[in-house]
């Protein structure tokens, strides 16, 4: 089976620019969670989807935003970006009051 | 969102010697979860405990959660080079509508052998 995959693994984008970042979960999970992991620090929640709908919201400014599809992956979209938008952008998915799967990420540079 | 804190932020240890990280939290969870994210890599779960007072063990790795739901430790015995990476605890406050997982500062584990 294959895990959560997310694509693409690296990008590089100036500021002011916009940017989508993708995800598949694992066959069956219904939730993606994505998150934002700045160097040397743990994991910042941004957003949960389930069946669709937003589930949860981080501490990020309207410049993020995501959605769910029906066949359960996701897109990240943030627009403006800035020089702190650089980080690596994980996405998670997992069943029900389960442990979550990561991606290996995307690992983002705005210049 | 909630906060959840570990201690310490770094940990150097001699191949062999224990290792205990530890998660604090000003509120009660509905549990604790444990991650552990090699250098350069994802996290990758561990665990989960749920219950007032839980323990687990994996090998040499013992995790256990508080009896007021407040905290959680995460030890581990003899430690290898393999054990090398940031540990993470994770927790959430299940609610109506809404379980989202908020990870803790990580503890740093270098081994040296």
């Known amino acids: 089976d294959a895990g959560v995959t997310q694509s693409p693994t690296h990008l590089i984008k100036t500021r002011g620019q916009h940017v989508t970042l993708r995800c598949s979960p694992i066959?069956?999970?219904?939730?993606v969670s994505w998150y934002q992991q700045v160097l040397g620090q743990g994991p910042q929640f941004i957003f949960q989807?389930?069946?669709?709908?937003?589930?949860g919201r981080g501490n990020f400014p309207d410049r993020f935003s995501a959605r769910q599809f029906p066949n359960y992956s996701s897109e990240l979209n943030v627009n403006a970006l800035l020089l702190g938008d650089s980080a690596l952008y994980l996405c998670?998915?997992?069943?029900?009051?389960?442990?979550?799967?990561f991606g290996s990420g995307t690992r983002l540079t705005v210049v | 969102g909630q906060q959840v804190m570990q201690i310490p932020q770094y940990q150097h240890v001699q191949e062999g010697e224990d290792f205990t990280t530890y998660c604090n939290s000003s509120?009660?969870?509905?549990?604790i979860q444990w991650y552990k994210q090699r250098p350069g890599g994802h996290p990758v779960f561990l665990i989960q405990?749920?219950?007032?007072?839980e323990v687990k063990k994996q090998k040499r790795l013992t995790f256990q959660f508080g009896e007021a739901k407040k905290n959680s430790s995460l030890h581990i015995t003899a430690t290898q080079t393999t054990d090398v990476g940031t540990y993470f605890c994770?927790?959430?406050?299940?609610?109506?509508?809404?379980?989202?997982?908020?990870f803790g500062t990580g503890t740093r584990l270098t081994v040296i052998p």
């Open positions: 994770a927790a959430q406050r299940w609610q109506t509508g809404a379980n989202n997982l908020f």
């Open positions: 509120t009660t969870l509905s549990n």
């Open positions: 998670a998915s997992s069943l029900e009051l389960h442990g979550y799967t």
């Open positions: 405990l749920v219950k007032s007072g």
């Open positions: 066959s069956g999970h219904k939730s």
């Open positions: 989807y389930y069946e669709k709908e937003e589930r």
